[in-house]
């Protein structure tokens, strides 16, 4: 199997903080401004910041890696689950927020995203979760797409902060007391 899904350590820290800031540019610095950006990626990424995340009881760091032929391993998209405040919006039982789901660019659509996403839910349901749920930015229509094949409806929205700028993100939930989680 070319990839695999495994909890990150905290030896993963630095590898983890040079995908999520990448991931990140990749996918927000077309439509937010440098000043955002750079004081967005100082607070959230760096390898302090994911050495925290990934030693945090309240979270689940979940790493997806890719093995290529010459024996070599890749760090190709992971997901950050992490219990905390719930917004008034998101009313399900036990709910735990998917924080992040970042996959490399060269590496969308090829099913990493698919794994990370089986691996997630099968770990919130393992810590007792009974609801997903998450915020996207309302100008990320992949993202948007990728959730909605999951079984993720929208509730609400609310604001969140990216540097100076304060932007919409919609709230999804997803129930974990189903079985459809192929996204087929
Ligand atoms: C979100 C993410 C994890 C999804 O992984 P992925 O491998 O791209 O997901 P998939 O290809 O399985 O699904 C994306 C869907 O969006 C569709 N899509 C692509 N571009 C789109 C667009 N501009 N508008 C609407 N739908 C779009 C794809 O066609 C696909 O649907 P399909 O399978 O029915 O064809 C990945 O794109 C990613 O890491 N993006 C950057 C970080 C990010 O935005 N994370 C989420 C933050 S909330």
């Given at each position: 199997m070319p990839h695999t899904i495994r909890r990150a350590a905290i030896d993963d820290a630095a590898a983890l903080s040079h995908l999520g800031a990448t991931t990140f540019r990749e996918t927000f610095a077309g439509e937010n401004t440098p000043e955002d950006m750079a004081r967005y990626l100082a607070e959230a990424f760096t390898p302090q910041q994911q050495a925290a995340e990934i030693t945090d009881p309240a979270s689940t760091v979940l790493l997806a890696e890719y093995h290529g032929e010459s024996g070599g391993t890749e760090l190709v998209g992971y997901a950050h689950l992490i219990a905390g405040p719930v917004p008034e919006?998101?009313?399900?039982?036990?709910p735990l927020e998917l924080k992040r789901i970042y996959v490399a660019r060269a590496w969308h659509g090829q099913g990493v995203a698919r794994a990370l996403m089986a691996a997630a839910i099968e770990a919130a349901r393992s810590r007792g979760a009974r609801t997903l749920w998450l915020g996207v930015w309302e100008r990320n229509p992949r993202a948007v797409a990728f959730y909605a094949k999951y079984g993720f409806t929208r509730v609400g929205e609310h604001t969140f902060v990216l540097g100076s700028d304060t932007q919409t993100d919609w709230l999804f939930v997803r129930s974990l007391v189903t079985d459809s989680d192929t996204g087929d």
């Open positions: 919006a998101v009313r399900g039982p036990a």
